[in-house]
Nanobody
Framework: QVQLLESGGGLVQAGTSLRLSCAASGRDFSVYAMGWFRQAPGKDHEFVAGITWSGGSTYYPDSVKGRFTISRDNAKNTVYLQMNSLKPEDTAVYYC????????????????WGQGTQVTVSS
């Protein structure tokens, strides 16, 4: 069992940066691949970043590539999402999730989810 708690969301202006954190409690955090998803009102969950258990590989969709960076610190049981050059269309609730295996791109393969943190980007 893994519990996930996101933090770092808020209201920011377009063009600025924000860093989200996701603290994990429970056993064996380092064996899980981790991902960040977001959901805007009226839209489906959208994958925004994924990282393997070792941190050796990261994955991003085109919509955030070059602006967002996912990283993890297994010693601190924490995964981060650095978001730069934020746009109003990045406004959403951001969720972190842990996966035992399978494609990091698909929410189906994630076993544990946090409660989410709101990010609002004003123009």
């Amino acid at each position: 069992q893994v519990q996930l708690l996101e933090s770092g969301g808020g209201l920011v202006q377009a063009g600025t940066s924000l860093r989200l954190s996701c603290a994990a409690s429970g056993r064996d955090f380092s064996v899980y691949a981790m991902g960040w998803f977001r959901q805007a009102p009226g839209k489906d969950h959208e994958f925004v970043a994924g990282i393997t258990w070792s941190g050796g590989s990261t994955y991003y969709p085109d919509s955030v590539k070059g602006r967002f960076t996912i990283s993890r610190d297994n010693a601190k049981n924490t995964v981060y999402l650095q978001m730069n050059s934020l746009k109003p269309e990045d406004t959403a609730v951001y969720y972190c999730a842990a996966s035992k295996g399978g494609s990091v791109w698909l929410s189906f393969f994630y076993d544990y989810w946090g409660q989410g943190t709101q990010v609002t980007v004003s123009s």
